[in-house]
């Protein structure tokens, strides 16, 4: 019970760790521009800043509120689901991403069925196979492998890796690897989390082994 308390302490320093920060770049900015008359061009720069600050937050509470619903939901709207199929529309919407950064995706294997919730083991592999497009090299490749007679999904991308101290915390909320370099890397530290309880509403397993500046490798467990 104590530990759930703790966590729950320590879940809304965090979202209001997150918060803070754009919140405070808002009156920051607001406070320099009512200081004195500006230029017009001042003013434009200010309220892009504005705007980019409070999308920022829009984000947080957004994914924040799908994690909660998820979190909440006990009925699941599952049906019958065609994996291979619910990748490739997953690779469909991350295609400007793909191209973006020039990597080479590609499936392999025989598809398989699972009783599932469409959308949610959609946002799985939505949020996979985003990481594994922004942690990657430019130009490097993502191997996405179906295994029918063991309901197995592996995502292997050529890229950065994570340290082996970082592993265990990744699906931690908010947490993200290696500070320095995740700056240049947009990021909330929410996806691995909502993936996980995505997977645990389905009595599914994740598994990620990680080599730095090799690769990842995800396993999914159906
Ligand atoms: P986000 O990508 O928004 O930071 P996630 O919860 O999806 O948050 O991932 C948590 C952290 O795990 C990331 O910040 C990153 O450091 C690390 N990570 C996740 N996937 C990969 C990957 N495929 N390759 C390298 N690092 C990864």
Redesign the pocket.
């Known amino acids: 019970m104590d530990n759930v308390f703790n966590k729950q302490k320590q879940f809304v320093a965090d979202v209001s760790h997150e918060l803070k920060t754009p919140l405070s770049v808002i009156l920051m900015e607001t406070e320099m521009a009512l200081r004195k008359q500006r230029k017009i061009d001042d003013y434009i720069n200010t309220i892009d800043q504005i705007k980019n600050s409070a999308l920022h937050m829009k984000n947080i509470i957004d994914t924040l509120l799908k994690l909660i619903s998820i979190e909440n939901t006990k009925l699941l709207e599952k049906k019958t689901c065609d994996i291979k199929e619910i990748i490739k529309k997953s690779i469909f919407l991350s295609k400007q991403q793909l191209d973006k950064r020039n990597i080479d995706l590609k499936i392999n294997g025989e598809t398989f069925f699972i009783e599932a919730d469409e959308t949610l083991i959609t946002e799985v592999f939505l ?2 196979i ?3 497009i ?3 090299k430019e130009s490097g490749i993502i191997d996405i492998n179906i295994d029918a007679s063991k309901k197995i999904v592996e ?1 292997i ?1 050529s ?4 340290e082996k101290e ?1 592993l265990d ?10 500070p320095s ?2 700056k240049t ?11 996980k309880e995505i997977l645990e509403l389905h009595k599914s397993k994740i598994k ?1 082994e ?1 080599k730095p500046n090799i ?2 490798k ?1 396993t999914i467990y159906f």
């Open positions: 949020n996979l985003d990481n594994s922004k942690y990657n995502i991308d890229g950065i890796g994570i970082a915390k990744i699906f931690d909320k908010f947490y993200r690897a290696d370099r995740s890397i947009e990021g909330l530290g929410l996806g691995l989390s909502l993936v990620v990680s690769g990842t995800v």
